[in-house]
């Protein structure tokens, strides 16, 4: 980019869970999600309904996306917005992309399509952007967290790359995480890094975009022989689920309740249900790893991937069999074969980190940022040797408050707040990379064979 050619607007798609969400209906808008209720474990609103998921289990209501976590995506909005700009009578636009992170993530690539559209047009209404090459072919910088991540590459795949930049993401579970499994299965985990309770795993059994986070990774399973491979198989969910789906039929559903009444009906209209969501989020995951950047109009260096290691993190769920309780309840659903049903092994489903920063060329290393694993975070259409890794200890001595958010939430929900993370983005949208970043190649790469897409970065 030259200097007198202003850079690419950009956009922040954040995380799941990362925006708040207001109820709209009411003469005085209510959060339904917010900083407050996610520290009290509100979660009863944030419920979909079982006859159609893109709306809320209680009507009416009008539930609509709000800001973003300030705790999380404040300082980094703000450092993009004053580092991308030249002067401040030129400066680059930094939007955030607030959107309803239940939904499928199909439904938000629409939404984020939309997004692009209107970006553009307001960017093109100032002087310095119109009057520029800019306009001649107009383009956005995305940068993702997380989940937000996921989104994107989704998008890239569905709406390929002509009006897209360059991509920056952070902590994203490309090949999904099993704290999505724990969270959904028994409430013992939280893709938010705030402590999971069996209020969220009810809400989650019924939100499309927990089933986008299922890990599809050698390894993420280990299960007793004979049984299905892969969570995007009904067989593999606990009989719980199913009847959590079959109770917001008994109570929700719109048919008359007599045709909800049969228990038997009820458990096969929630393996129905339950196909749908896995089939849509097996779908987007297969798009995501087929992912061509070629075809979409970008390259490898095009994208910069920072990934958090050096956390205990779960990476490996482990699953045993137990009878099915009450084998004529589900015998409708034909899920379960030979009377056996899953149970996940707690006990056997920890988190573990064997990363050593004495020898980080080892490869075969299970490690990450305490809820998304290397292995989930290590997307199949880039080199593996181009990610960044980060830790804990690439907070700078100066950045005290970061290091206190850290303790609060973990590096995978605080990684937007590191300043050296902040600096890599910069760079890496700029095109003039960075002055000695401290960084790490991903474990089991030499630091002679790392190629990340920006210069600058000093392994250490």
């Not at 009904?234 to 049969?262: F, G, H, K």
């Amino acid at each position: 980019m030259s200097d007198s050619e202003p850079c690419c607007p950009v956009i922040l798609v954040p995380g799941i869970k990362g925006t708040e969400l207001t109820d709209e209906y009411p003469t005085d808008r209510e959060a339904v999600w917010s900083v407050s209720n996610s520290l009290r474990g509100d979660f009863k609103r944030l419920a979909l309904h079982p006859d159609d998921r893109r709306y809320e289990r209680i009507e009416p209501a009008r539930v609509a996306p709000g800001p973003l976590f300030n705790l999380i995506y404040e300082q980094f909005l703000t450092s993009l917005r004053h580092e991308l700009s030249p002067t401040e009578d030129r400066p680059t636009p930094v939007f955030a992309f607030s959107y309803d992170w239940r939904r499928a993530l199909g439904d938000i690539q629409a939404q984020l399509d939309t997004f692009i559209d209107e970006v553009i047009a307001r960017t093109l209404l100032l002087r310095h952007y119109f009057g520029s090459g800019y306009r001649r072919r107009p383009r956005v910088h995305l940068v993702g967290h997380s989940m937000g991540g996921l989104v994107i590459a989704g998008y890239l795949a569905q709406y390929g790359g002509d009006r897209i930049g360059k991509v920056a993401t952070l902590a994203t579970p490309f090949r999904g995480a099993p704290n999505a499994v724990l969270s959904i299965a028994t409430g013992q985990a939280s893709m938010t890094s705030v402590d999971a309770s069996p209020a969220e795993r009810e809400v989650a059994r019924l939100l499309p975009s927990v089933y986008h986070l299922l890990p599809n990774y050698d390894g993420a399973l280990a299960w007793p022989q004979g049984l299905a491979r892969g969570f995007y198989k009904p067989l593999a969910w606990q009989p719980s689920v199913y009847q959590t789906i079959a109770e917001y039929i008994r109570l929700y559903s719109r048919r008359d309740p007599a045709e909800t009444a049969v228990l038997p009906d009820r458990i096969a209209d929630a393996a129905t249900i339950l196909r749908a969501m896995l089939a849509e989020a097996q779908k987007h995951r297969d798009e995501v790893e087929m992912l061509d950047l070629g075809k979409a109009g970008l390259s490898d260096r095009d994208w910069l991937c920072v990934a958090g290691i050096g956390e205990p993190t779960v990476d490996r769920i482990v699953a045993t069999t137990v009878p099915l309780p009450d084998p004529a309840a589900f015998a409708k659903a034909a899920v379960f074969d030979g009377g056996k049903a899953i149970q996940i092994d707690l006990l056997a489903s920890v988190p573990v980190d064997d990363y050593d920063p004495a020898a980080p060329e080892k490869t075969g290393v299970r490690t990450g940022d305490a809820t998304v694993p290397l292995a989930g975070a290590t997307p199949a259409f880039l080199p593996y040797e181009s990610l960044v890794a980060v830790t804990r200890h690439h907070y700078a001595w100066w950045e005290i408050g970061d290091r206190l958010v850290n303790g609060l939430v973990d590096l995978h929900a605080a990684l937007p707040r590191m300043n050296a993370v902040q600096s890599m983005v910069v760079g890496h949208f700029l095109g003039n990379g960075v002055r000695s970043i401290k960084a790490l190649p991903p474990p089991g790469i030499a630091a002679k064979d790392w190629t990340p897409p920006i210069a600058g970065l000093v392994p250490g």
